[in-house]
Every structure is written in C-alpha cells, then in structure tokens.
C-alpha cells in the first residue's frame, strides 16, 4: 500500500531540470557546489570496523536517503560527512570522502570550516537553552559576522527558510526550550541553514515526531532540496520514498546498493535489498 | 468476537460442573495469617512513622535553638552602631564589628579571587579529560583536600605565607580560604558539566566551533547556574571559618581593608569576644554569631535563585 507512493511524491509537484540526464545513478552535478564522492572509505570504532569501502556520489541539489538496519552503518557514514565521527576515542578510517573534489581528511583541511560547510541535524533536536534568536544567531556570530543588522537579517532568513518564522516572529527572544518537538527540530534546521552550508546532514530528523510535525519537515526538506544537498538516515522507509531522490541501502557496514529511490523500491537490483524493503528483515 | 462461551473445538470433553466458589486450603490458611498479624503490623507501620517523622523533626532542632538562642541572646544589640562602629576598648559601652564585617567581606573576595579561577578551570578540565589517568589522580586528590582540616590548612598557611612575609597579612588568609574552597568547587564544576548533554555538545561543534569554543561558550555556560550554586556554597562554607584565620589574618581592631595588613573577620572577632570576661562583649558576640549566620542565609538563597535560570536545562 505504501510502496505505490514510491517514487511519485516528488515529481507529482514537478520538478525542475532533470536531474542526472541519461542515468538512473546519481552523477555528480557539476553546475553547483556540494557534490560529495565517498572512495572506498573505511570506519573503525577501536578493533571494531564499522564501515566496508564505501563508495558513492551524493549529488549536489539532491535529496539522498540512507536506510538499513539499525547498526548498518548508515549513521557512521552520515557523521563521517562532517568529521564528527572522528572526535570519538579510538576511531580512524581509510579511504577518501571528497565534497567537490577536496578530501575531508586531508590533513590541510580544517574540520572547523568543513563543518560550517556540512551542517548538521540531529535525531534528538538539541537547541541550546538559549532565546529562539540566540540559537539561529550562533553561527554567524562564530563564523564572523558582526554586523547586528546582518546577523537579525540572517535570522529573520534562516528562521523563514526553516518554515518557522511564522510562529516564531514574535517571541524570539523566548526561551527555545517552549517551543513544541516539531518546533525545536525546525529551529535546529534554521540554525544549521544560518550558516549557508553547502550540505545539510539529517540524522532520522523525524524519527521522535508525530505525523503532522513529520510531514512538516519532509516538506520543509523537499523545498531546501533546490538550494542544497541534503543527506537524510531514515529508519522509516515510507519517508526515504516520500522525501529523497536517491536511495542508498547499507547492510552490515556496506553499501549494498544505491539508486534512483524509485527504482531502487520498485526493482532492486540486489536481493538484500528487497529481502529489506519488503519488510523480511530488519 | 468470537464467543468465549462457544465450544473451544471439536474434542472438548465436557467439563465437571464447577460446586460453589470458594477458597482452597491454602488461601483459607493465607487469609487466616493475615487476620491474626494484622494489628500487629498496623502498629508497627504507626511506630515506623512516628519515628522517621520525629529523626526529620529532630533534624531541623539544632538550627530552630541556634536561630532562637541568638535572637534573643544578640538581637538586643544588633542596632545602627553595631553596623558602623568599630569595637570600643574593654569596658566600654557601645560599639560594633562593622570592621569584621568588612573584614569578612574582603577576606571572601580575596578567597573567591583565588579559589574560583582554580576550581573551575580544574573542574572543566576533569569533566572534558574523564577516565585519563591525570583526571583520576587529580579527583582522587582533590576529595582528600575536601576533607582536610581547617586548622591543617592554617598551619599549612602560617608555614608558607605567614612566616615568609613576617607578618599577618589579610591575603594569607584569603589564600587559606581559597585553597579551602577550590576542591569543593572543582567538584561541583565537574559534576555541573558531566550533565550538560552531549548533544548539545555535538550541536555547537556542528556549527563549526572549536573544541575549546566549545567547552568554554556552549557547555560552560550551560552549566553556569550550577556552577554558581557550587561557588556559592564553598563561599558560605568558608564565611564562617574560624581556624585558619587564627594563623594568617590574625585579627584588627581597627579598620583596614588592606590585603596586606592582619585584618578583622567576624568569626574571629566572636571568638576573641566570647572568651573575654566582659558582659558587654559577650552580647555583641551574640549579635555577631546571628549577623553571621544572617550572611550565609543570604548567599544559600542567592544559590537558590541563580539555579533558577530562565534558559535552564530541562523543559522538554
């Protein structure tokens, strides 16, 4: 019953250009930034390796969906985008994940400015228990913007981008910590949005919301997906289907198979894919 | 809806019809137990109440007598001179501890100056640096110092200040009251960070801050109203210290707000008007004791109230 809407929630809204002309595959699209090719890129946790060689283009003013199991891997690979993964004791990896040709772990590259580059999004909204206006405001503000107009201007921006500013406008210098689940997840997408990233990583951002305040931000992702990329990990396939023009499939630290989400649902090429989509494991 | 009354299946045998409900054996004899300890166990429960609701009453006693004692013993001489005067000669009539109170309060600056820097920066540094073997020594040694003797630390203090300078010296005091301070704060400062969420932490590193940025803007403000309940608490510990001071400040009977002169304190100042054998220094005692705890009440609900911040951890 859900499967039907595979593949027809985005472009029953008509889409713009085609995207990656003569393939089903994702290509990298050169005409905008944020392009981020993963080359044989291997994780570990310790002894523990939590990644197998992944290799996969996300391309630039896209949606890419990352489902599998729980300990497949996707989210270690969606933090190793912005070198968060890192930070943890005893990690280290191989290979190469490039935005726009540049390695991330090239040892030139400062993980301060690629993360103002790849913004992020978590599973648990996390707003600092700070004012609404405070909470956009940080970035900019660390990332060296000092004009107080320019920063209310980014603000007022990021807020509208976030699709919040409507219901937040007049009580931005209230606490973030009033504002509903769906709210404070929304303001944590206008934080990360002020700092204009090239990519934006979303973590199962809807994961502990209810419907309406779900379809809100698949929404709010399917507008973004014009200006940015944009890389969700979903438990929720329904979603993966609703919101993402490409789909990739990790199974025990692999990449099993990533295509265009509406063939990957309807003919996958693999059979753990299917075994998956089809509700016989997981 | 299936009928729970309808046959379960075909093979069914027909059940034996069930006689008048009523109790087996063994809940007759369970039942029985019961009727004969009841009152015994209705009187016990009483007596447990009773006794946990007189240990609580008992617990707040000492404070409602000190409290009550001092009143009536010091408030008689609490009055506008006894705020604004300094102590007049033995014998004489009137006079105060305005210089104590003074000296109290630049001994606790003084300390704070000394102790917070130190305890913070310790405290942030074991909350950020967990299970390494620097942070573990550190904790162990810093528990050891908490419960280390006030008089241990005034003769640690005479030793190596007083002695040194050749003199009674205010900040030889304060330092005494700040080293006295930093293990508590440190504690209390590591414990505040331990709790501020990880993913908060994660959030602000999101945004592209550094580690240090990190630490500093985003989890120390965070855990800044505990930390100032922690602050507060070591102030009100050590406003009351008496032996250390014995070693370092020494005592003044006159004004001076000098950190490099013996300065007055008001637990010193009751203690040397307490063992005179003047009447009159005895009740402006009283009045000092009550002025001091009055001091530490404020700074408690001071700690009460800065932990209510208006952006708080919590809410949902």
Redesign the interface.
Known sequence: MSLQIVGTGNRERGTEAPRSVGSQFPVPDSRHPGNIQAKDFSFWYGPKQALYDVSITIPARAVTAFIGPSGCGKSTFLRSI?R?QG?IPGARQTGAIELDGENIYSASLNP??L??RV??V?Q?W??????IYDNVA??PR??GTASRSKIDEIVEQSLRRAALWDEVKDRLRQ????L??GQ?QRL?IA??LA?EPEVLLLDEPASALDPIATQKIEELLYELRSELTIVIVTHNMQQAARVSDYTAFFYLGRLVEVNNTGQLFTTPREERTEAYITGRFG | MTDINAPRGPASPPKPAVRTARPSVMQRAAAERTQTTIGRRRVVNVVMVGVTFGAAILATLPLIFILGHLIVAGASSINVDFFTQIPKPPGEAGGGMANAMVGTLVLILAASAFGLPIGIGAGLYLAENRGTHLANAVRFLSDVLNGLPSIVMGIFAWQFLVKPMAKFTALAGGIALGAMMIPLVTRTTEEMIRIVPVSLREAALALGYSRWRTSLVVVLRTALPGIVTGALVAVSRIAGETAPLLFTVLGNQFWSASLREPIAALPLQIFNFAISPYDQQHALAWAGALVLIGIVLIISLAARFATRSRFGLGGD
Do not use: W
Request: proline residues 6%; charged residues 10%; glycine residues 12%.
């Open positions: 912005n968060l930070l301060v400015s993360r103002q913004g992020m978590f648990r996390n707003p600092f228990p700070k004012s940080y970035g660390i990332n606490s973030a910590l009033g509903s689940g404070q944590c934080r990360a700092n």
